[in-house]
């Protein structure tokens, strides 16, 4: 594998106002993570959604890098301060990046969150890797299982669940066997003490992949941080897109003023 440099991640740049980055998930994209909520964020902040699912696969991928090309992918746009939500993975990009750049992050959003992944998530991580070089289709249903809570997969009929895992087969992102064995490796407890901005932290709690209970050990460890909770899985886009963005609203709104934290 080679370092990579210099990555200007191609990026959905909407709306005007108060700046705000949002950060997907390993294994994932801009538009699976957030798609539902951008045009309703973007009606009042300058939304920014950097996509950096097909980086080279052979390239190590650095949580450091990751945290300043969505930076850089800002301010690009024009949005020299900013908030930043992020999801899974996104979540310990967004805090890195708050800790590398306090002049500029204002506030954060951390959404199915940990700055560790526990044992148990590690262990299905290892599984879903395993799983890219096999049976697409057998992946999708794992992940499925993973991702979606009871409720939403017992609301399908049996052509819905096969259609659907079907449809997650063909759109694996290339970069998620890199994007894994980034989360399995990484640890960014150290960093929770040095976040010194606002931050919501948002549980799912039907989530299989990453438990609920990861939300609270950092909240005890966040100088200023709020709790809530979603009734879904991992993938809150899909089952309470609605929810989400009004809790990230409400937030957004107590806390961040013209691109500062209030």
Same mark, same amino acid.
């Given at each position: ?92 990009? /967004?805090?890195? @990046?708050? #800790? %590398?750049? =306090?002049?500029? +992050?204002? !506030? ?8 560790? &992944? ?71 407890? /150290?960093?929770? @003490?040095? #976040? %010194?901005? =606002?931050?919501? +932290?948002? !549980? ?8 609920? &209970? ?49």
């Amino acid at each position: 594998m080679h370092a990579i440099h210099n990555v200007a991640l191609p990026s959905v740049v909407r709306g005007t106002g108060p700046g705000l980055v949002l950060v997907h998930g390993a294994g994932a994209t801009s538009e699976s993570t957030y798609g539902p909520l951008v045009s309703g964020l973007a009606a009042g902040y300058g939304v920014v959604a950097p996509d950096y699912s097909r980086l080279p696969t052979d390239a190590a991928v650095d949580i450091d890098a990751l945290a300043d090309w969505h930076v850089e992918a800002a301010l690009r746009a024009g949005c020299e301060r900013f908030a930043m939500i992020g999801h899974s993975l996104g979540s310990m990009i /967004a805090t890195r @990046a708050a #800790v %590398r750049h =306090p002049d500029r +992050v204002t !506030a954060l959003v951390l959404t199915s969150a940990f700055a560790r &992944a526990p044992a148990s998530t590690r262990l299905k991580l290892r599984v879903w890797r395993d799983l890219l070089d096999g049976d697409r289709v057998l992946l999708a249903r794992f992940l499925m299982s993973l991702m979606l809570s009871d409720r939403y997969l017992d609301a399908m009929t049996e052509e819905q669940l096969d259609g659907f895992a079907e449809l997650i087969a063909l759109t694996v992102s290339p970069g998620s066997a890199e994007q894994l064995e980034l989360v399995l490796r990484l640890d960014v407890r /150290a960093d929770l @003490a040095k #976040v %010194r901005v =606002p931050t919501l +932290v948002i !549980a799912t709690s039907d989530d299989r992949l990453v438990p609920a &209970a990861m939300s609270d050990e950092l909240i005890d460890h966040l100088s200023a941080a709020v709790s809530a909770a979603l009734p879904c899985g991992h993938l809150p886009a899909l089952e309470c897109p609605q929810e989400w963005q009004r809790l990230i609203g409400d937030f957004l709104a107590a806390v961040v003023t013209d691109g500062a934290a209030r």
